[in-house]
Antibody, heavy 124, light 107 residues
Framework: QITLKESGPTLVKPTQTLTLTCTFS??????????VGWIRQPPGKALEWLAL???????RYSPSLKNRLTVTKDTSRNQVVLTLTNVDPVDTATYYC????????????????WGQGMLVTVSS | DIQLTQSPSSVSASVGDRVTITCRAS??????LAWYQQKPGQAPNLLIY???ALQSGVPSRFSGSGSGTDFTLTISSLQPEDFATYFC?????????FGGGTKVEFK
């Protein structure tokens, strides 16, 4: 059974760096095709895709955040870490990590398992 | 970036109603579209992928159609647990993008 869970600070001050950890089970990020995405959702608003990290060295980022965003993986600990620098109140959102859909041996850019989400507030 | 426009932004319906939600892409995306359901305080739940493929475990009253720029999510007979917000997502190209959402409310 696949599960994911986000962890990290719930309150961050403007200009600081936000670091969130996604700890997962039921799959391995060393398996070919596997990917983990990050998506966020400001309160009462729509979803925004942030990044997707693959089993190999490839990563994809939202262009609007690429200069501030880094995603890394620790395969041995089954974790993916999101780092967002120079945060602003507009970065206040629930942050989700999610597993890339796999069907009959095909991997897709959709997300079938999600973490419960973590609300991060940026405020002084 | 590919923009996804959902309509309506909200719809009032009753149990048993047929509900249709539309998602329009700013450029052609073939069939690279998914639909998610989100209830308050919960993570999104994948319903439909590749425009019309029903995700495992999702009731058959949910269906998706369309290709190119125009897509539809249909709930054939609305059930009490279907009152939620629905989002579309394109997977044709990066950055992946989501629609603004459609809230299905009690009439």
């Amino acid at each position: 059974q696949i599960t994911l869970k986000e962890s990290g600070p719930t309150l961050v001050k403007p200009t600081q760096t936000l670091t969130l950890t996604c700890t997962f089970s039921g799959f391995s990020l060393s398996t070919s095709g596997v990917g983990v995405g990050w998506i966020r959702q400001p309160p009462g608003k729509a979803l925004e895709w942030l990044a997707l990290i693959y089993w190999d060295v490839n990563e994809r980022y939202s262009p609007s955040l690429k200069n501030r965003l880094t995603v890394t993986k620790d395969t041995s600990r089954n974790q993916v870490v999101l780092t967002l620098t120079n945060v602003d109140p507009v970065d206040t959102a629930t942050y989700y990590c999610a597993h890339r859909l796999l069907t009959s041996g095909s991997y897709w850019r959709y997300f079938d398992y999600w973490g419960q989400g973590m609300l991060v507030t940026v405020s002084s | 970036d590919i923009q996804l426009t959902q309509s309506p932004s909200s719809v009032s319906a009753s149990v048993g109603d047929r509900v249709t939600i539309t998602c329009r892409a700013s450029q052609g995306i073939s069939s690279w579209l998914a639909w998610y359901q989100q209830k308050p305080g919960q993570a999104p739940n994948l319903l439909i992928y590749a425009a019309s493929a029903l995700q495992s475990g999702v009731p058959s009253r949910f269906s998706g159609s369309g290709s190119g720029t125009d897509f539809t999510l249909t709930i054939s007979s609305l059930q009490p647990e279907d009152f939620a917000t629905y989002f579309c997502q394109q997977a044709y190209s990066f950055p992946l993008t989501f629609g603004g959402g459609t809230k299905v409310e009690f009439k």
